[in-house]
């Protein structure tokens, strides 16, 4: 079992920046990636950018070279640094853990970008 909490959701201007934190707790060892995906109201949810136990990560065209992945092993946090962000980058934001073929899902922050 995992536990995952999501943080650093806001409201912010068109250009401006936000850190979302995914804090994990429980069996994070097993833990082979974790992701960040969105949805935005009337849209399915999407993926956004993820990163491997290997600390590889990739991301959406749409978000690429704006958004920026990390990690605190030590602390079990995965951070997403959003830059440039974009009244279409709207969304709740949930962060979402693979163990095997289980996964597991936190409750979401919203990001408001207003033009």
């Known amino acids: 079992q995992v536990q995952l909490v999501e943080s650093g959701g806001g409201l912010v201007q068109a250009g401006g920046s936000l850190r979302l934190s995914c804090a994990a707790s429980?069996?994070?060892?097993?833990?082979?990636?974790i992701a960040w995906h969105r949805q935005a109201p009337g849209s399915q949810r999407e993926w956004v950018a993820g990163?491997?136990?290997?600390?590889?990560?990739d991301y959406a065209d749409s978000v690429n070279s704006r958004f920026t992945l990390s990690r605190d092993g030590a602390r079990n946090r995965v951070f997403l640094q959003m830059n440039s962000l974009r009244p279409e980058d709207t969304a709740v934001y949930y962060c979402?853990?693979?163990?095997?073929?289980?996964?597991?899902w936190g409750q979401g922050t919203q990001v408001t970008v207003s033009s």
């Open positions: 429980g069996s994070t060892s097993s833990i082979n990636y």
């Open positions: 990163i491997s136990s290997d600390g590889s990560a």
């Open positions: 979402n853990a693979l163990i095997g073929i289980l996964n597991y």
